[in-house]
């Protein structure tokens, strides 16, 4: 039987798939601003064609954030298209656990 090891508490997913520590930080960074700008559109029951005019981008755009390719956004994207849609971005930075 084989033995799995347990993550260290808040390594996060991105941790588990193998990711170096900064690159699975900056990941879960994405990751949660992808979903607060999912949440906003669906909230406001927003099409992808009001929500690409109302941030500023393309349609295609909106598909590839809903779809989750979040190799294609950059944090200084996310946070252009976090504020554009009148969100805030609060930082909190603490040690590692």
Do not use: C, H, W
Request: overall charge positive; aromatic content about 4%.
């Amino acid at each position: 039987m084989q033995r799995m090891t347990k993550a260290k508490p808040g390594a996060g997913v991105f941790s588990d798939l193998g990711f170096s520590p900064a690159e699975a930080e900056n990941l879960r960074i994405r990751s949660a601003m992808m979903r607060a700008l999912v949440s906003f559109i669906r909230q406001n029951e927003l099409t992808q064609a009001r929500t690409a005019k109302l941030l500023g981008v393309s349609q295609p755009r909106i598909s590839d954030l809903i779809r989750g390719k979040i190799r294609l956004f950059s944090i200084d994207n996310l946070v252009t298209l976090l504020a554009a849609a009148g969100l805030r971005v609060d930082l909190k930075i603490k040690k590692a656990a």
